[in-house]
């Protein structure tokens, strides 16, 4: 349910929450109605938008993404927990971003609900952009992957295993996320993805990434 807030002093309800089905702690939670709440009075902010695993139909999320909009100055705001990934973008910065084919601000209007928005912001983006963005670029995908695997080397040599085990995840879901878009298909959230690549044959690569995130989660 998005929030639609004009009027100076008026609060969002926490009905303003409810696209966020799957929640990484309750700090997590609290944190984010404490935005969307300040969100009402504080006049920089256009539109404070959830995406990721969290908001899709999945059984286990580990973190929220959260895309914040401002406008003139950023916002003063206090540090999210650390399962929070918080990005923000000057309102000018997004239509240039999506144009350039961004990754991150792409997904979040194909697939992420506003918990917030200020004149229908968000969704004045998502109507002109929504049909028309570019599929993530495969060949970016792999540098990626690339330069992962030569951290994930380096934090096994040194014997530091969690580290080691968040660069695999993060490694296979650059490659599933390149496979997926050699093949036409725009890459849903992790927890999503091998899902997908078994419906394009990349069976052993979908195994893969099934694995480390289950290594990941204990």
Same mark, same amino acid.
């Given at each position: 349910?998005?929030?639609?807030l004009?009027?100076? #002093?008026?609060? @969002? ?12 702690? &309750? ?21 404070? %938008? ?7 139909e %999945?059984?286990?999320? !580990?973190?929220?993404?959260? %895309? $914040? %909009? ?7 705001? @206090?540090?999210? @927990?650390?399962?929070?990934? $918080?990005? &923000?973008? !000057? &309102? ?7 144009a350039?084919?961004? *990754? ?6 194909? +697939?992420?609900?506003? $918990? +917030? ?12 952009w ?5 599929? @993530? ?22 014997? *530091? ?5 968040e ?16 093949? #036409?298909? +725009? ?15 990349e069976? &052993?690569?979908?195994?893969?990434? *099934? ?8």
């Open positions: 349910m998005t929030q639609h004009r009027t100076e #002093g008026a609060r @969002p309800s926490s009905g303003a929450l409810e696209a966020v089905r799957s929640w990484p702690s &309750e700090a997590a939670r609290a944190w984010t109605l404490d935005v969307v709440e300040h969100a009402a009075t504080d006049e920089t902010i256009e539109a404070l %938008v959830a995406s990721g695993s969290a908001v899709r %999945v059984a286990i999320s !580990d973190d929220l993404d959260l %895309v $914040l %909009v401002y406008r003139r100055d950023r916002p003063q705001l @206090p540090r999210p @927990p650390i399962d929070v990934d $918080l990005r &923000e973008y !000057d &309102e000018d910065d997004v239509p240039r971003k999506l350039a084919g961004h *990754d991150y601000l792409s997904w979040t209007v194909r +697939f992420g609900h506003a $918990l +917030f928005e200020r004149d229908a912001w968000w969704t004045r983006l998502w109507m002109q929504n049909g028309r963005l570019a599929l @993530p670029s495969s060949s970016e995908a792999r540098k990626r992957a690339h330069k992962t695997k030569h951290q994930y080397e380096a934090m096994l040599a040194v014997g *530091d295993g969690d580290a080691a085990t660069l695999r995840v993060s490694m296979l879901t650059h490659l599933a996320r390149a496979a997926l878009s050699d093949c #036409g298909k +725009f890459p849903q959230s992790r927890p999503e993805l091998a899902g997908q690549l078994r419906t394009i044959g069976r &052993e690569l979908a195994d893969r990434l *099934d694995e480390a995130l289950a290594q990941r989660r204990g």
